[in-house]
T-cell receptor
Protein backbone atom coordinates (compact mmCIF):
# COMPACT_ATOMS: atom_id res chain seq x y z
CA UNK A 1 0.00 0.00 0.00
CA UNK A 2 0.90 3.64 0.00
CA UNK A 3 2.64 5.08 3.06
CA UNK A 4 4.89 8.05 3.78
CA UNK A 5 7.14 8.26 6.84
CA UNK A 6 8.93 11.26 8.30
CA UNK A 7 10.88 11.99 11.45
CA UNK A 8 8.75 14.12 13.76
CA UNK A 9 11.10 16.86 15.00
CA UNK A 10 14.17 18.78 13.91
CA UNK A 11 15.85 21.59 15.78
CA UNK A 12 18.50 23.83 14.19
CA UNK A 13 20.19 27.16 14.83
CA UNK A 14 19.57 30.16 12.61
CA UNK A 15 21.98 30.22 9.69
CA UNK A 16 22.56 26.46 9.70
CA UNK A 17 21.24 24.08 7.05
CA UNK A 18 18.20 21.92 7.80
CA UNK A 19 17.67 18.51 6.25
CA UNK A 20 14.24 16.92 6.50
CA UNK A 21 13.95 13.29 5.46
CA UNK A 22 11.08 11.21 4.14
CA UNK A 23 10.56 7.66 2.94
CA UNK A 24 7.71 6.47 0.77
CA UNK A 25 6.50 3.08 -0.37
CA UNK A 26 4.78 3.53 -3.73
CA UNK A 27 7.48 3.13 -6.35
CA UNK A 28 5.02 4.12 -9.09
CA UNK A 29 4.60 7.66 -7.72
CA UNK A 30 5.41 10.06 -10.53
CA UNK A 31 5.76 13.19 -8.43
CA UNK A 32 6.75 13.91 -4.85
CA UNK A 33 6.07 17.16 -3.05
CA UNK A 34 7.09 19.23 -0.07
CA UNK A 35 4.57 21.42 1.72
CA UNK A 36 4.98 23.86 4.63
CA UNK A 37 2.29 24.50 7.25
CA UNK A 38 2.44 27.33 9.76
CA UNK A 39 0.29 27.22 12.92
CA UNK A 40 -3.43 27.42 12.19
CA UNK A 41 -2.86 27.81 8.46
CA UNK A 42 -3.31 25.77 5.31
CA UNK A 43 -0.52 24.11 3.40
CA UNK A 44 1.90 26.02 1.19
CA UNK A 45 3.40 24.12 -1.73
CA UNK A 46 7.17 24.61 -1.57
CA UNK A 47 8.43 22.44 -4.39
CA UNK A 48 8.01 19.12 -6.17
CA UNK A 49 10.25 16.66 -7.97
CA UNK A 50 9.54 14.34 -10.86
CA UNK A 51 10.44 10.73 -10.07
CA UNK A 52 12.97 10.57 -12.92
CA UNK A 53 15.04 13.33 -11.36
CA UNK A 54 17.72 12.96 -8.69
CA UNK A 55 17.88 16.56 -7.55
CA UNK A 56 16.04 19.83 -7.86
CA UNK A 57 17.21 23.19 -6.56
CA UNK A 58 14.99 26.20 -5.99
CA UNK A 59 16.69 29.15 -4.27
CA UNK A 60 17.39 28.01 -0.66
CA UNK A 61 15.65 24.67 -1.18
CA UNK A 62 17.30 21.51 -2.52
CA UNK A 63 15.34 18.31 -3.01
CA UNK A 64 17.19 15.01 -3.30
CA UNK A 65 15.49 11.84 -4.49
CA UNK A 66 16.89 8.33 -4.17
CA UNK A 67 14.35 6.29 -6.07
CA UNK A 68 16.07 2.97 -5.37
CA UNK A 69 15.76 3.50 -1.60
CA UNK A 70 12.48 5.45 -1.90
CA UNK A 71 14.04 8.27 0.08
CA UNK A 72 13.33 11.97 -0.35
CA UNK A 73 14.97 14.85 1.45
CA UNK A 74 14.50 18.59 1.65
CA UNK A 75 17.50 20.76 2.47
CA UNK A 76 16.94 24.36 3.54
CA UNK A 77 20.08 26.46 3.33
CA UNK A 78 20.70 29.36 5.72
CA UNK A 79 17.66 28.47 7.84
CA UNK A 80 15.79 31.46 9.27
CA UNK A 81 13.38 31.77 12.20
CA UNK A 82 10.61 32.28 9.65
CA UNK A 83 11.26 28.74 8.42
CA UNK A 84 9.90 27.36 11.71
CA UNK A 85 6.86 25.31 10.71
CA UNK A 86 5.68 21.77 9.99
CA UNK A 87 6.99 20.31 6.75
CA UNK A 88 5.05 17.58 4.96
CA UNK A 89 6.32 15.18 2.38
CA UNK A 90 3.66 13.85 -0.01
CA UNK A 91 3.45 11.45 -2.91
CA UNK A 92 0.70 11.37 -5.48
CA UNK A 93 -1.31 8.22 -6.12
CA UNK A 94 -1.13 6.29 -9.36
CA UNK A 95 -4.18 8.05 -10.77
CA UNK A 96 -2.52 11.45 -10.28
CA UNK A 97 -5.31 12.60 -7.98
CA UNK A 98 -4.95 12.04 -4.24
CA UNK A 99 -1.91 13.18 -2.29
CA UNK A 100 -0.66 10.85 0.43
CA UNK A 101 1.02 12.77 3.22
CA UNK A 102 3.43 11.90 5.98
CA UNK A 103 2.72 13.02 9.54
CA UNK A 104 4.97 16.04 9.14
CA UNK A 105 8.30 17.16 10.59
CA UNK A 106 8.23 20.08 13.01
CA UNK A 107 11.21 22.32 12.32
CA UNK A 108 12.24 24.59 15.18
CA UNK A 109 14.78 27.32 14.42
CA UNK A 110 16.48 29.09 17.32
CA UNK A 111 18.34 32.39 17.06
CA UNK B 1 -6.58 35.59 -8.29
CA UNK B 2 -5.97 35.41 -4.55
CA UNK B 3 -5.81 31.64 -4.25
CA UNK B 4 -8.12 29.06 -2.75
CA UNK B 5 -10.58 30.44 -0.20
CA UNK B 6 -12.70 28.61 2.36
CA UNK B 7 -15.62 29.70 4.47
CA UNK B 8 -16.11 29.67 7.39
CA UNK B 9 -12.64 29.55 8.92
CA UNK B 10 -13.98 28.18 12.19
CA UNK B 11 -17.18 26.35 13.08
CA UNK B 12 -18.33 25.16 16.47
CA UNK B 13 -21.39 22.95 16.47
CA UNK B 14 -23.20 20.59 18.77
CA UNK B 15 -23.22 16.87 18.18
CA UNK B 16 -26.06 15.85 15.90
CA UNK B 17 -26.21 19.14 13.98
CA UNK B 18 -25.52 19.48 10.26
CA UNK B 19 -22.74 21.72 8.97
CA UNK B 20 -21.78 22.92 5.50
CA UNK B 21 -18.45 24.30 4.35
CA UNK B 22 -17.67 26.16 1.16
CA UNK B 23 -14.54 26.21 -1.00
CA UNK B 24 -13.73 28.56 -3.86
CA UNK B 25 -10.84 27.23 -5.94
CA UNK B 26 -8.35 29.10 -8.11
CA UNK B 27 -10.49 30.16 -11.06
CA UNK B 28 -8.70 28.35 -13.89
CA UNK B 29 -8.34 25.08 -11.96
CA UNK B 30 -10.65 22.30 -13.09
CA UNK B 31 -9.83 19.93 -10.22
CA UNK B 32 -10.97 20.43 -6.65
CA UNK B 33 -10.08 18.25 -3.63
CA UNK B 34 -11.21 17.89 -0.03
CA UNK B 35 -8.90 16.65 2.72
CA UNK B 36 -9.28 16.23 6.47
CA UNK B 37 -6.48 16.88 8.94
CA UNK B 38 -6.53 15.93 12.62
CA UNK B 39 -4.04 17.08 15.23
CA UNK B 40 -0.56 15.71 14.73
CA UNK B 41 -1.41 14.09 11.41
CA UNK B 42 -0.95 14.92 7.78
CA UNK B 43 -3.99 15.68 5.62
CA UNK B 44 -6.02 12.68 4.48
CA UNK B 45 -7.78 12.62 1.13
CA UNK B 46 -11.57 12.62 1.17
CA UNK B 47 -12.78 13.26 -2.37
CA UNK B 48 -12.05 15.04 -5.65
CA UNK B 49 -13.92 16.66 -8.52
CA UNK B 50 -12.97 17.11 -12.13
CA UNK B 51 -15.15 20.04 -13.15
CA UNK B 52 -18.58 19.17 -11.72
CA UNK B 53 -18.07 15.39 -11.64
CA UNK B 54 -17.11 13.73 -8.36
CA UNK B 55 -14.66 11.09 -9.60
CA UNK B 56 -13.10 9.65 -6.48
CA UNK B 57 -14.17 9.14 -2.88
CA UNK B 58 -12.08 7.84 -0.01
CA UNK B 59 -13.41 5.18 2.33
CA UNK B 60 -13.05 7.89 5.00
CA UNK B 61 -16.05 9.65 3.44
CA UNK B 62 -18.91 8.06 5.36
CA UNK B 63 -22.56 8.27 4.32
CA UNK B 64 -22.96 11.32 6.55
CA UNK B 65 -20.62 13.30 4.30
CA UNK B 66 -21.66 14.71 0.94
CA UNK B 67 -19.79 17.00 -1.40
CA UNK B 68 -20.98 18.89 -4.43
CA UNK B 69 -19.54 21.11 -7.12
CA UNK B 70 -22.68 22.06 -9.02
CA UNK B 71 -21.28 24.34 -11.72
CA UNK B 72 -17.69 23.19 -11.71
CA UNK B 73 -16.62 26.24 -9.75
CA UNK B 74 -17.10 26.40 -5.95
CA UNK B 75 -17.72 23.28 -3.88
CA UNK B 76 -19.59 22.51 -0.66
CA UNK B 77 -18.92 19.78 1.88
CA UNK B 78 -21.82 18.88 4.16
CA UNK B 79 -21.60 16.75 7.27
CA UNK B 80 -24.91 15.48 8.62
CA UNK B 81 -25.51 14.44 12.22
CA UNK B 82 -22.05 15.52 13.33
CA UNK B 83 -20.10 13.41 15.81
CA UNK B 84 -17.22 14.41 18.07
CA UNK B 85 -14.90 12.36 15.87
CA UNK B 86 -15.65 14.76 13.01
CA UNK B 87 -13.70 17.49 14.79
CA UNK B 88 -10.81 18.30 12.46
CA UNK B 89 -9.47 20.82 9.98
CA UNK B 90 -11.15 20.45 6.59
CA UNK B 91 -8.87 21.53 3.78
CA UNK B 92 -9.76 22.27 0.21
CA UNK B 93 -7.25 22.28 -2.65
CA UNK B 94 -7.39 22.88 -6.38
CA UNK B 95 -5.19 22.07 -9.34
CA UNK B 96 -5.00 21.83 -13.07
CA UNK B 97 -5.59 18.36 -14.46
CA UNK B 98 -2.12 18.06 -15.99
CA UNK B 99 1.22 16.95 -14.52
CA UNK B 100 2.80 17.87 -12.14
CA UNK B 101 -0.68 18.08 -10.53
CA UNK B 102 0.36 20.85 -8.14
CA UNK B 103 -2.37 21.13 -5.53
CA UNK B 104 -2.82 24.53 -3.90
CA UNK B 105 -4.53 24.55 -0.54
CA UNK B 106 -6.90 26.97 1.12
CA UNK B 107 -6.59 28.08 4.76
CA UNK B 108 -8.98 25.37 5.97
CA UNK B 109 -12.14 25.26 8.07
CA UNK B 110 -11.61 24.15 11.65
CA UNK B 111 -14.62 22.20 12.90
CA UNK B 112 -15.19 21.61 16.61
CA UNK B 113 -18.06 19.32 17.59
CA UNK B 114 -19.08 19.65 21.23
Amino acid sequence: GEDVEQSLFLSVREGDSSVINCTYTDSSSTYLYWYKQEPGAGLQLLTYIFSNMDMKQDQRLTVLLNKKDKHLSLRIADTQTGDSAIYFCAEINQAGTALIFGKGTTLSVSS
Amino acid sequence: DTGVSQDPRHKITKRGQNVTFRCDPISEHNRLYWYRQTLGQGPEFLTYFQNEAQLEKSRLLSDRFSAERPKGSFSTLEIQRTEQGDSAMYLCASSLGDPPYEQYFGPGTRLTVT
